[in-house]
């Protein structure tokens, strides 16, 4: 059977083309882009630096001042994040800090016992914290903690990452966690968990299966006969089309429902992914 070649994914690839095939054509394949706006422009660079910061703590090296220096709440945010994680204070564990892991696989059309091709998916870790018995997986938010933690459980880098961990190592499921910590300046670091298991690694597999399934099906008939990818119906998902930045090319600019977004969602769904050796 003849199909198109897929790219190397991301969790980010793959929240993107869920949420609208449409943007992820724009977004991915045809490389368009928008600036962000000076606020969420202002967010990611505070969090890049936060980031850098916490890989230089891990790797132990001196902590580099911030580049607002007259700003203390980066400073006071890593000391707090590092005070509150059990984590760093496990004298068993090894780490790995911006630790980038790489999963190559078969597509398989489970229906039609075909192989469909290979396709590979990478992880950047922010911090791996390992045991010969457990492994937990670290990643810090620097925006609020979802009110919902649907939100985090349905995000595919929560269910990415510890696949592609399991996948890439001798670890099984059941001895896997994620953790999010979650950091503002001036507050406390708060954390969600999630304890992976056997049933959710299958789970996980089934729904990459379907959706690489859909998306190299979508990039044939693109390739092949310039035919776009579907759009998410603007009257529908309002709140994402609303604030996205190919609007008019995808012409979906017509007036669109008031009822107020999710300004977590939001930052979820938009914010690029933080990783310094991407």
């Known amino acids: 059977m003849h199909s198109s070649p897929l790219p190397t994914l991301t ?6 083309f869920e949420q609208c095939p449409r943007r992820y054509q724009y977004q991915y394949l045809e490389q368009l882009g928008a600036p962000l706006d000076p606020e969420r422009q202002a967010r990611t660079d505070w969090g890049s630096q936060f980031h850098r910061l916490m890989q230089q703590y891990v790797l132990g090296l001196a902590i580099a001042p911030s580049p607002t ?9 890593l000391q707090s994040l590092v005070a509150t994680v059990p984590a760093f204070h496990n004298p068993n564990a090894r780490y790995e800090a911006e630790h980038r892991r790489l999963w190559v696989g078969q597509l398989k059309d489970e229906q039609l016992g075909v192989n469909l091709g290979t396709i590979a998916l990478v992880g950047v870790y922010d911090l791996l914290a390992l045991e010969p018995d457990r492994a937990e997986i670290l990643d810090w938010k620097t925006y609020p903690k979802p009110p919902h933690s649907q939100h985090l459980a349905e995000n595919w880098q929560t269910l990415l990452y510890p696949f592609v961990l399991v996948e890439t190592s001798d670890y099984q499921p059941e001895q896997v966690a994620m953790t999010y910590w979650f950091v503002q300046p001036g507050q406390t ?3 969600w968990q999630l304890d992976y298991t056997t049933s959710r690694h299958e789970q996980t597999r089934n729904r990459l299966q379907a959706d690489l399934k859909h998306l190299q099906t979508l990039t044939t008939a693109l390739l092949q006969r310039a035919q776009a990818f579907p759009a998410i119906d603007a009257q529908q998902q309002h709140p994402r089309c609303r604030y996205c930045p190919f609007q008019q090319r995808c012409q979906q600019s017509q007036q669109l429902g008031e ?12 914010l690029p992914e933080i990783a310094l050796e991407v």
């Open 69 to 77: 220096p007259t700003d203390p709440a980066m400073r006071q945010a």
């Open 189 to 191: 670091p708060t954390a």
């Open 11 to 16: 969790q980010g690839h793959l929240n993107r």
């Open 259 to 270: 009822p107020p977004l999710d300004p977590v969602a939001q930052q979820m769904a938009d």
